[in-house]
Nanobody
């Protein structure tokens, strides 16, 4: 079992920055990769950025050049540095973990965090 705990959300003005953290505990060696998702009010949860244990990185188009995903050794903590935030980035941000590269590609999430709210004011 893996537990994911997000932190770092909050209220920021447009153009500002936030750094989200996702701390993993438990059987973290079983994790192959970790992602960040967002869910805006009334919308489906959407992929934002992903990081594999071997260093593969993925971003959704709308955050390329503004967000950076990174992790410490062993992927015990994964970060999402968000810059030049816009009101449309407002959402609950969730951390997700996978236990195989196939699941990562297919976005079959094995573990979810509880989410952290990010609100960007105009």
């Amino acid at each position: 079992q893996v537990e994911l705990v997000e932190s770092g959300g909050g209220l920021v003005q447009a153009g500002g920055s936030l750094r989200l953290s996702c701390a993993a505990s438990g059987r973290t060696l079983s994790m192959s990769s970790m992602d960040w998702f967002l869910q805006a009010p009334g919308k489906e949860r959407e992929f934002v950025a992903g990081l594999s244990r071997v260093g593969d990185i993925l971003y959704r188009d709308s955050v390329k050049g503004r967000f950076t995903i990174s992790g410490d050794n062993g992927m015990n903590t994964v970060y999402l540095q968000m810059s030049r935030l816009q009101p449309e980035d407002t959402a609950v941000y969730y951390c997700a973990a996978y236990e195989s590269s196939t699941d990562w590609v297919l976005k079959r999430v094995r573990y979810w965090g509880q989410g952290t709210q990010v609100t960007v004011s105009s």
